[in-house]
């Protein structure tokens, strides 16, 4: 497993920072609402995704290959939530003090994670990349966890100061809703390759 952890750094590197729900999201929060107010959706994406990892590395793919209704149905539900996430960010007013809705906070950003598309092709890769077939299932499931789920902090906190400085020029109304028509569309775009692939 440890001449396999470089790799393994640089395959959760590439696949956290390339845009993704979580990161989209993310930098919607941050220009929206202000790098602070995001700190509790970065911190559920990171722990639900890292909780992803362990229970795809635990045998969930192997309830799937049984049972695929439930990978299907899990499919389209997530995708049905993430539509309606892309809603509330192209309807986002942002700022404080405007009567908007909140951000999406810890709890909601945690148990979307089962919901993203992109999180279990992450997870299940990482697991059949680089867990090993005569290491220790479980040691080797938690390093591959703790290795995605530091990238994926490391992802959304740069995305969401990129966000941060978004948000900055985007002062006039008429800015702050392009620039939510963008990101909830391509929130929506993110999810056209889990569809078009079946």
Not at 53 to 80: C, D, M, N, R, W
Not at 184 to 193: I, K
Request: hydrophobic share 55%; proline share 6%; glycine share 14%.
């Amino acid at each position: 497993m440890h001449v396999l952890l470089g790799p393994l750094i640089l395959f959760a590197a590439v696949m956290s920072l390339t845009p993704g729900p979580n990161v989209i999201m993310v930098t919607a929060s941050a220009a929206n609402f202000g790098f602070r107010r995001t700190i509790p959706q970065m911190i559920g994406i990171t722990l639900g995704f890292g909780i992803l990892v362990i229970a795809a590395g635990l045998g969930l793919a192997s309830l799937f290959h049984a049972e695929p209704q439930l990978q299907t149905a899990l499919k389209y539900g997530g995708g049905a939530y993430l539509l309606y996430l892309a809603w509330c960010i192209l309807r986002a007013k942002g700022g404080v003090g405007t009567g908007a809705a909140p951000p999406i906070g810890f709890l909601r950003a945690l148990l979307l994670q089962p919901l993203n598309p992109k999180g279990w092709v992450f997870a299940f890769g990482a697991i059949a990349a680089y867990a090993t077939a005569n290491g220790d299932a479980l040691w080797e499931t938690l390093v591959i966890a703790g290795v995605n789920a530091t990238a994926c902090l490391c992802s959304v906190l740069i995305w969401a100061g990129f966000g941060t400085g978004i948000g900055r020029f985007l002062g006039r109304p008429w800015a702050r809703t392009v620039f939510n028509a963008v990101m909830a569309g391509l929130l929506v775009l993110s999810l056209v390759p889990v569809f078009w692939a079946g």
